[in-house]
């Protein structure tokens, strides 16, 4: 039955489009377990409707017709309840209901199975039979399995657009709202502007292109790309391989030939596919071709074929990226997974509104959406990519909706938000160059976390007292190649000579976990818990150096520098760190260069570290918490998976204790402490931190006169009290509850909408 499974999965996979995937699909259904007939049902999700999108055995004319609601039969009963029935007489079942457009009187014997993917119903497969006779264990075995495996390839499906029989019911039902997890606050409106996933052919969606001549071109100087690259590979391993092996790159070469794939991929792009989509036809086509040959050989060469179509679409992509890209005047990105390079490859002018399917309100391109002002919405149910593509989208980032194609009703409505927002930041305005001071004379250092150039404008207009994260990874995410020490240099110089002469805290290289750049990832079971942050720097020292070395050179003058270490689980890893650092700056001095020995600290966000704060604080000058990554391993939850991101809460009473822990614990070093997660640009949270004692408060620029603001309404010794009094809480909504009171009861209530991230 597996090998069934296997061969199944192929053929889906492999199918021409998703209307042929689902007639594969219920053919080789209705075989395997010997029904009579067999059905799937997809769940439109704006319509809370089952479609049938194929049958083999019920009634042909009812496929893409027959509309059920989710109360409904036996069918509806598998919706609602996600769960399998199997019964020997449909029709004598309390939840049968006849469907006379379907032609079932003549069976009895009944199986249905949901499809679920990550907890949300995407469809039912049903089947049955004449005989009323239950189906067997077994079967019940391979159709949950199926489900199982299908439930990827629908998500994926839906994802691109491709289930088009839903598409003109949801275009018909004209506005639609989605929801998902607040990313970042605020409210956008704008036109849709949609990223694909890169070099996947199994994800690239067909597009109706006009210019047909331009799109041949393109397919053409991608395939001579990759022509040159398999030529100079060959003649490069020539004298190390044998001639059979040496073969292989002659046949790639044959199949890039114009009379094989490349004429039927410009036949394709003729009928008006773009050139992605045609080339991601023609290749599963001859995929599937090697995978139904009997010879073993012959069919492992299906995967050949497969890495031909994947170099050809990885360059077609690069060739699309270098092209002029018409961005729309306001913006709203939308895609699977957003990353920072997408982030980086549109004009930030523009963009108003971020939504992506993956991820949750802690995810990396979060976060950066919070450090440039931009309303974010993540981990989005239901979100087609594809249909947002030039459409009026509204984003609510407080309440994490998505509105696709609004009524004239809801764009009033956001642009008087729109406008109250910008009141209330003209208001704040004046708090600029006042100091963050408590109403009882204590004074809190704020500073602002930034790492793309773009909202270096912001960070300076709020009158931060300086940088206290800059990250410098976003240069690396945003490149093809790995930065080199001279541009390293002269990134870090204007970010130095811009705050001149506030401190600038630049962290070392943190990558690995929801950031890794395209040319240097590592594929892991489990990336937040393995080779990131300082641990891959002390693995590669000459990367290391590299890039403390640019740092050194770049504060020549200024002398503002601070450096961070990401990541730090032990004190040998500060010992090793140290001395490489150490090491950089002997070798500038060497060399004759004027440099100075900047401060050095190390961010605790690892709950190893939380209990060596005291050991690590006695070998550095400064500590900072990272609460973001510090929450996530405490609470064992990862903050880019929507499904548990309602378990991460950073009010956990766990978390309050461990911040506590590490300022008491720094502070008996005699070091100072800061924190520069999410947490200190919460205007709830900021009356804990205040409380706890932490010295100094890094946060998105956006955010920094709001936190202004409630510090100065508050005296210090009764952010104190409140800690005390939080401290004996068991809950985190308990305690969240409590610091909104608080807000409300000073008559900052506007500002609880912000905290709720």
Not at 645 to 667: C, D, G, K, Q, R
Request: one cysteine or more; charged letters at 25%; hydrophobic letters at 45%.
């Amino acid at each position: 039955m597996l090998a069934v499974l296997d061969k199944i999965m192929k053929e889906i996979r492999n199918a021409h489009d998703f209307d042929e995937a689902v007639l594969i699909l219920v053919q080789r259904v209705r075989e395997s377990i010997e029904a009579d007939s067999c059905a799937i049902f997809i769940h439109d999700h704006h319509l809370s409707q089952l479609v049938m999108l194929a049958t083999k055995g019920y009634k042909v004319k009812s496929v893409g017709t027959i509309r059920l609601d989710l109360n409904l039969g036996l069918i509806g009963a598998i919706a609602t309840h996600k769960e399998l029935l199997n019964v020997a007489d449909a029709q004598l079942h309390p939840a049968f209901y006849s469907f006379p457009e379907l032609g079932e009187n003549q069976y009895h014997a009944f199986i249905g199975v949901p499809i679920v993917y990550q907890g949300r119903l995407l469809g039912v497969i049903v089947a049955q039979r004449e005989v009323a006779e239950c189906f067997s264990d077994r079967e019940e075995s391979f159709l949950v399995t199926l489900a199982l495996h299908c439930s990827q390839e629908i998500a994926r499906a839906e994802m691109l657009g491709a289930i088009t029989q839903l598409s003109h019911a949801a275009i018909q039902h004209k506005e639609v709202l989605l929801n998902g997890s607040p990313g970042s606050p605020g409210v956008g409106l704008g036109v849709g502007f949609v990223v694909f996933p890169k070099a996947d052919l199994d994800v690239v969606p067909d597009k109706v292109m006009q210019d047909v001549v331009s799109e041949i071109e393109l397919f053409r100087l991608a395939v001579e790309t990759i022509r040159e690259e398999i030529t100079d590979l060959s003649a490069r391993l020539e004298s190390n391989l044998a001639p059979e092996d040496r073969a292989l790159f002659d046949a790639y070469l044959l199949m890039l030939d114009e009379n094989s794939l490349g004429f039927e991929v410009e036949q394709e792009i003729r009928r008006g596919n773009w050139a992605q989509g045609a080339l991601r036809k023609v290749i599963k086509l001859h995929i599937r071709q090697f995978e139904s040959m009997d010879d073993p050989y012959l069919r492992d060469r299906a995967e050949d074929v497969r890495d031909l179509g994947q170099r050809v679409l990885a360059a077609l992509q690069k060739r699309e990226k270098q092209a002029p890209v018409d961005y729309p005047e306001k913006l709203i990105l939308v895609g699977d997974e957003i990353t920072a390079a997408d982030l980086a490859e549109v004009p930030i002018a523009n963009l108003k509104g971020i939504v992506s399917r993956a991820g949750s309100s802690n995810a990396h391109i979060a976060i950066l959406a919070r450090t440039l002002g931009v309303p974010a919405i993540m981990g989005v149910e239901g979100l087609i990519p594809s249909r947002f593509e030039n459409k009026n989208v509204v984003v609510d980032g407080y309440y994490g909706h998505v509105y696709l194609d609004p009524s004239d009703i809801i764009v009033r409505e956001f642009n008087r938000l729109l406008q109250e927002e910008h009141q209330l930041n003209e208001d704040l305005k004046g708090l600029r160059k006042l100091p963050a001071e408590t109403t009882d004379g204590h004074v809190v250092t704020l500073l602002v976390n930034t790492g793309l150039s773009s909202d270096l404008g912001l960070s300076l207009s709020v009158g931060a007292d300086g940088v206290g994260l800059y990250r410098t990874e976003i240069p690396f995410l945003a490149r093809e190649l790995f930065p080199s020490s001279e541009e390293q240099k002269i990134i870090y110089r204007q970010l130095l000579n811009a705050f001149f002469p506030r401190p600038v805290t630049m962290r070392t290289l943190d990558v690995g976990g929801d950031k890794t750049p395209d040319y240097f990832r590592v594929k892991e079971d489990n990336p937040f818990l393995g080779w990131r942050g300082i641990r891959i720097s002390l693995d590669h020292p000459e990367l290391f150096l590299m890039q403390v070395r640019a740092m050194l050179k770049a504060s020549i003058g200024y002398d503002n520098l601070k450096i961070m270490l990401p990541m730090i689980s032990d004190v040998a890893e500060v010992d090793d760190a140290m001395q490489l650092i150490k090491l950089a700056y002997a070798g500038l001095l060497s060399e004759g260069l004027q440099v100075k020995m900047p401060q050095v600290g190390v961010m605790i966000e690892v709950p190893s570290a939380v209990y060596q704060t005291y050991a690590i604080a006695k070998k550095v000058n400064f500590i900072s918490v990272g609460s973001n990554d510090l929450t996530q391993y405490l609470l064992a939850v990862d903050r880019n998976n929507a499904k548990v991101a309602n378990l991460y809460n950073s009010f956990h009473p766990a978390v309050l204790m461990a911040l506590t822990h590490i300022v008491h614990e720094a502070h008996r070093a005699g070091i100072p402490v800061s924190i520069c997660g999410e947490m200190a640009g919460d205007p709830l949270a900021v009356l804990l931190l205040l409380g706890i004692g932490f010295d100094a408060l890094s946060m998105s620029a956006s955010r920094l006169l709001r936190i202004k603001w409630v510090i100065r309404q508050f005296s210090f010794e009764k952010a104190k009290a409140l800690v005390a009094e939080v401290s004996d809480m068991e809950d985190a909504a308990a305690i969240r509850t409590r610091l909104e009171f608080e807000l409300e009861s000073v008559g900052l209530g506007s500002l609880i909408h912000a905290g709720r991230n």
